[in-house]
């Protein structure tokens, strides 16, 4: 299975939940990398890996199929 029909097969319910989760965690993260404000350096870090961790957990969550035919 490439990638592509893997990342279109059917995905798991909890999976579908947990994508969510990091799709919601990327955009916090993301809206404090972009915040117009100037804030501690200490809460910019800890959005920068908010960030990649949201990303991470979606882009695995997306990946994971229910396809056992392998």
């Known amino acids: 299975m490439n990638l592509i029909k ?3 097969a059917p995905i798991p319910k909890f999976f ?5 989760i990091g799709l919601a ?4 993260g ?5 915040a ?5 350096v200490a809460v910019v ?5 908010v960030a990649v961790a ?10 994971t199929t229910t396809d056992d035919s392998q």
């Open 54 to 63: 949201g990303g991470v957990i979606s882009a695995v969550s997306q990946l």
């Open 45 to 49: 870090s800890i959005g920068g890996y």
């Open 30 to 34: 993301g809206t404090i990398l972009a």
């Open 25 to 28: 965690l990327a955009a916090v």
């Open 6 to 8: 893997r990342a279109k």
């Open 36 to 40: 117009p404000v100037a804030l501690p």
């Open 16 to 20: 579908k939940v947990l994508r969510t």
